[in-house]
């Protein structure tokens, strides 16, 4: 039997928890070592690898997960490897005629002016972008086979592991460019090896069964009507081309506010920015943990025509971003000082942009997993015009603001973004799929992650100012604060239906 949602969400929060502290130390090696400047050229070279690598793979990954969940659970294992096949040949293409690609651009023959440092940067990190490709489509067969809690380990705590380490050397020895751009590719190499020979140890081996009884859900047996269908290579691509639009466009979203500043502000602002995303990121990662932990019980639900069981889980996931999301990002703006000093002096000057994101990150979190079901639901193209729509978005204020109001510009111009995608997946799945969460089942626990953390904020910050010492007395003192009175009032909140829910899982 499948890992359960329950095992597999406890060990991928775990996990994710420690990939999002050590991509933040990473992110904190490399401003502390070279600066605000250095920092901000280094950033501008992972938003290229970044969205090379989601165009190289192009929504198959996603792909993978939908496919291999559904029909899994219908019991058509041979399809498996085809799917997979599927995946691998057009995405290696890809990825082979962009490295290429990159590597010629990168010639002193074609870009005479470019820098020598990003220049060596593109040529050491150009090859990778393959294996960047490779790994991530083996992420999604783990995913699409059950196997979440593998998946979190590989990318939330053995590459970013290997990332610092290689980071620490690039810094101590050299800190130029393009060693820190090979100390963050070099790693994909050994994860992406750990990867593939887990998917071939965790790929079913079983004969198909005929009548597709429903072996993953809590359902007896599936109507003949709701049996997902076989896939082919176009039924795959259909999808996942979709997908693949949309997850470019992700990546352009994510980083595209760091290239503009570079552009406008110079790349000490964009190092600035930089570290202000890469700390909004870490809160983010719990919306992706959501989406990765959630995806295939989705997707294998709604294969099978399980509505129910498929909003109980969206309840699920929503109060846990609201539990988890919200106390972090006002955390974030309460101490933005204090943690941005953390990077160096100069960062402290983008404190202020947590106040506008964080209130647009808040407001996504309470949504709940919407990008999860658009997905898992067959509905790439939904999301897809969600996307394009929220990139026009970004943009066109990134385009007006930054001249205007600096940083400020490029944080309002982000929020804006956020809102669009949020609020258009959000009246998608709420309204067109029927999928939503009752007001009484969120408003307690976004009554406790709202103002525990706001209130003891505001009380420590008076008594002891923006400083190390408000901020750890904040942290032993409300952390434990808040987890009491999540159990005080778990009833409320949904944790004891939850955690008999877990309990029922784990003993199957």
């Known amino acids: 039997m499948a890992r359960s949602l329950a095992r597999s969400g406890a060990f991928s929060s775990l996990y994710v928890m420690y990939g999002s502290a050590a991509a933040f130390l990473a992110t904190l090696l490399v401003s502390n070592g070279v600066g605000e400047a250095g920092a901000g050229a280094f950033f501008q070279v992972m938003a290229f690898f970044a969205i090379a690598t989601s165009l190289c793979v192009f929504g198959a990954d996603t792909g993978l997960v939908r496919t291999m969940s559904a029909q899994r659970a219908v019991g058509r294992y041979s399809s498996l490897p085809q799917l997979m096949r599927f995946a691998f040949g057009p995405a290696t293409v890809i990825a082979l005629v ?6 010629l651009w ?67 020895f050299s800190g130029a460019i393009a060693y820190l ?18 998917v071939r140890k965790y790929m079913p081996q079983q004969e198909d069964v005929p009548s597709y009884p429903a072996r993953h859900l809590a359902v007896e047996q599936v109507p003949p009507t709701a049996v997902a269908a076989p896939e082919s290579a176009r039924s795959f691509w259909a999808f996942s081309s979709a997908r693949g639009v949309s997850a470019m466009v992700e990546a352009v979203l994510e980083w595209v506010d760091v290239l503009l500043i570079g552009l406008f502000l ?56 609201i539990a988890v999301g ?17 990077f160096g002096e100069g960062f402290t000057a983008g404190a ?17 997993g919407v990008q999860s079901v658009l997905l898992m639901s067959g509905r790439a193209r939904w999301q897809l015009y969600n996307k394009l729509a929220a990139l026009l978005v970004a943009l ?25 995608d949020c609020g258009l997946a959000t009246a998608q799945v ?39 010492v408000a901020l750890a007395v904040y942290a032993l003192l409300l952390v434990p604060l808040y987890l009491a009175l999540i159990y005080r009032f778990r009833r409320a909140v949904g944790l004891e239906a939850l955690v008999a829910s877990i309990t029922r899982k784990l003993r199957r």
């Open 106 to 172: 990168a010639l002193p023959a074609v870009t005479p002016k470019l820098g020598a440092d990003v220049r060596a940067a593109v040529l050491v990190s150009a090859p990778f972008v393959v294996v960047a490709a490779w790994m991530t489509l083996c992420f999604g067969a783990l995913r699409g086979l059950g196997h979440t809690v593998e998946f979190t380990f590989l990318q939330s705590a053995l590459l970013p592991t290997l990332r610092i380490g290689a980071v620490l050397l690039a810094v101590a």
């Open 430 to 468: 709420y309204g067109k799929l029927g999928i939503r969460p009752r007001l009484t089942e969120v408003l307690p626990i976004m009554a406790l992650a709202a103002l525990t953390p706001g209130a003891g904020a505001a009380a420590i910050i008076t008594l002891w100012g923006q400083s190390f």
């Open 326 to 342: 919200w106390p972090f990002f006002i955390t974030l703006a309460a101490f933005g000082p204090v943690l941005l000093g953390f």
């Open 181 to 198: 751009a090979l100390a963050w590719a070099v790693p994909l190499l050994v994860v992406f090896v750990v990867a593939a020979l887990w």
């Open 352 to 368: 202020p942009l947590f106040f506008i994101i964080g209130a647009a990150m808040l407001v996504q979190m309470a949504a709940g």
């Open 266 to 321: 110079g790349p000490a602002a964009s190092g600035i920015y930089g570290a202000v995303n890469r700390c909004v990121r870490v809160g983010a990662m719990v919306e992706h943990t959501a989406r990765v932990v959630t995806g295939p019980d989705i997707s294998a639900a709604i294969a099978t025509g399980d509505q129910p069981r498929a909003r109980q889980i969206f309840v699920s996931a929503t109060r846990i971003l």
């Open 98 to 103: 962009l490295a290429v690609a990159a590597l």
């Open 396 to 420: 066109v204020l990134n385009l007006a603001l930054i001249p205007l109001w600096g940083l400020a510009g490029a944080a309002t111009a982000w929020a804006a973004a956020v809102l669009t």
